[in-house]
C-alpha cells in the first residue's frame, strides 16, 4: 500500500520565512568559509546592563536556582521584575503607580496579546508603513484587518507622511493604532505632541492606543523622551484606560535572548483579561525575570548614565556608516534617523527597474561574498518589501540596516554592500 503524504494545515501551508530572519536562515545552508555580518535582525551584541551581569553571575548563590529548582511563577510575573520595567520607565518622567503588568516572553508575545485585545473583524489595527514586520505578521495570523498609514521615503531621507490619520480613522474605523515613538524600522522620532494629538484622536473615536517603546530613551535629537505614559488626563481629558505598552530588555539593557518584555496597561480589566490568556504559556522565564529584577535594585542616576552612553554609542555608528554609504555608493538613498538602530537604504535610484531587493538578499545570503582586510565576509539585511502592507513596491529596492553587531563589522557594512551590489548587477 502506498503511504501518502500527511496534509499540513492550511495556516502552516502558507506561512513564510520572516522578513528579518530570511537571510540569516539561508546563509546558515552555507558550506563555504565566509562570515557574514549580520545587519538583518535586531540582535544586540553588546553585554548586559551590569545589574543583570551581576545576577547572571551569581545564580548558584540564589536560595532556589543555586539548588537547581527551577518553578513557575506566576502568570503575571515577578514583582520585582515589574517593578524593574516600571523604574526604567519612569527614566522618561512618566508615573507608573496606575500600571499594571504581566510579564511575557518577549515583546512579541506582548503584540500578540494586545492586538487580540484590542481589534476584531470589524475594528481593524492601524500601523503606520513601513512598519515593524511582526505586527503585520500576527495581525495576518489572527484575521485581524490592518489599514496602513503610508509614509514614502524620499530622497534627502525623510520618510513623508502620505494619508491623514483622522480621515483614515473616519473611513475604517478602527480598534486600535499602534504607534512606536522609537520607530522600527524608520527611525523617525514621534514626539511627545504628536503622541498628545493621536491619544486626542483616540477618545474622540473610541480607540485603544498601543506604543511599543522596545527602544525608549534612545533617541539622537534633543527632544524630550517620549512616551505614552506621559499621556495625562490634564493632557487628553478621556484617555486613561485607553493605554497599551508594549516593553521588552532587548535594547536598551541589551538583554535579546533573555526573551522577557511585558504587557501594561492603565486598563486593569485588560491586564486581568491578558493574564487569563497568558496562561495557557504558563508563564515567562523564571531565572530570565530574575536577572532583568536586578534592574530595580539600580540607582536612577547610573541608569541614565547607562542609557546615554549607549545613545552616543549608536549615534556616532548610525552617522558614520550613513557617511559611509553616500560616499561609497553615490545616489544611494538613506534614511536619516532620529532613533532605534536601524538604517534604511533605498537603491532605486542605482538598480534597474527589474530589480528586486529580496532576490538581491537572497544572493548575499547564499553566494555573495567580498574579501576585506577580515577575511571573506558577506552582508545580510532585511529586504522591506513585508515592512509595507499596502504598497509592497514602496520597498521594492529598500533594505533595513541594523546596527547591534560587533562595532568592526558594522564598520564593514559600506564596503560590503558596495562590492555585493556591483557584483549581482554584473551577474543580473
Known amino acids: 500500500m502506498e503511504k501518502r503524504k500527511i496534509e499540513l494545515s492550511k495556516f502552516f501551508q502558507e506561512l513564510k520565512s520572516s522578513a528579518i530572519r530570511h537571510a540569516q536562515q539561508c546563509f546558515a545552508e552555507r ?73 511575557t516572553s518577549g515583546g512579541s508575545q506582548a503584540i500578540d496579546l494586545a492586538l487580540l485585545g484590542c481589534c476584531q473583524e470589524n475594528r481593524p489595527l492601524i500601523i503606520s508603513e513601513p512598519a515593524y514586520s511582526n505586527y503585520i505578521s500576527i495581525a495576518e495570523a489572527y484575521k485581524i484587518p490592518i489599514v496602513a498609514l503610508p509614509h514614502k521615503l524620499n530622497e ?47 477618545v474622540k473615536y473610541d480607540l485603544w492606543l498601543i ?15 517620549p512616551s505614552i505614559w506621559k499621556v495625562t488626563e490634564n493632557d487628553v481629558p478621556g484617555i486613561a484606560g485607553r493605554k497599551i505598552g508594549i516593553e521588552t530588555v532587548s535594547k536598551y539593557l541589551n538583554g535579546c535572548g533573555l526573551r522577557i518584555g511585558a504587557l501594561i496597561s492603565d486598563n486593569k480589566e485588560f491586564i486581568q483579561k491578558a493574564t487569563i490568556f497568558a496562561s495557557s504559556h504558563l508563564c515567562a522565564g523564571a531565572i530570565a525575570q530574575y536577572i532583568v529584577g536586578g534592574i530595580y535594585d539600580e540607582n536612577e542616576e547610573n541608569l541614565r548614565k547607562w542609557i546615554e552612553n549607549l545613545r552616543n554609542y549608536y549615534q556616532n555608528l548610525l552617522i558614520s556608516t550613513s557617511n559611509q554609504l553616500k560616499k561609497r555608493i553615490p545616489n544611494i538613498i538613506v534614511s536619516s534617523p532620529q532613533s532605534s538602530l536601524y538604517l534604511v537604504a533605498d537603491l532605486e535610484n542605482i538598480v534597474p527597474k527589474s530589480f528586486k531587493i529580496s532576490d538581491f538578499c537572497q544572493f548575499c545570503a547564499e553566494k555573495g561574498k567580498i574579501i576585506t582586510k577580515f577575511g571573506k565576509f558577506t552582508l545580510l539585511f532585511a529586504p522591506m518589501e513585508n515592512f509595507y502592507h499596502s504598497n509592497p513596491d514602496f520597498g521594492r529596492y529598500q533594505m533595513r540596516l541594523s546596527f547591534v553587531a560587533p562595532k568592526e563589522e558594522i564598520e564593514l557594512i559600506p564596503e560590503l554592500l558596495d562590492g555585493l551590489l556591483k557584483i549581482y548587477l554584473k551577474q543580473n
Do not use: W
Request: aromatic share 6%.
Open 211 to 225: 506604543s511599543d517603546e522596545a527602544y525608549r530613551l534612545l533617541h539622537y535629537t534633543e527632544n524630550e523622551s
Open 31 to 103: 558550506k563555504d568559509s565566509v562570515k557574514a555580518v549580520n545587519a538583518s535582525i535586531g540582535n544586540v551584541s553588546l553585554p548586559l546592563h551590569p545589574a543583570m551581569q551581576k545576577r547572571l553571575e551569581n545564580l548558584s548563590q540564589h536560595p532556589e536556582f543555586g539548588q537547581g529548582i527551577v518553578k513557575y511563577t506566576s502568570t503575571s510575573g515577578m514583582d520585582e521584575t515589574k517593578e524593574a520595567f516600571k523604574k526604567v520607565i519612569s527614566l522618561c518622567g512618566a508615573d507608573t503607580s496606575d500600571l499594571d503588568m504581566v510579564i
Open 156 to 202: 534627502n531621507g525623510d520618510f513623508e507622511n502620505l494619508d491623514d490619520l483622522e480621515s483614515t480613522i473616519k473611513k475604517h474605523n478602527p480598534g486600535a493604532i499602534v504607534v512606536i515613538p522609537y520607530d522600527n524600522p524608520t527611525g523617525k522620532l514621534i514626539t511627545q505632541e504628536k503622541l498628545n494629538e493621536i491619544a486626542k484622536l483616540c
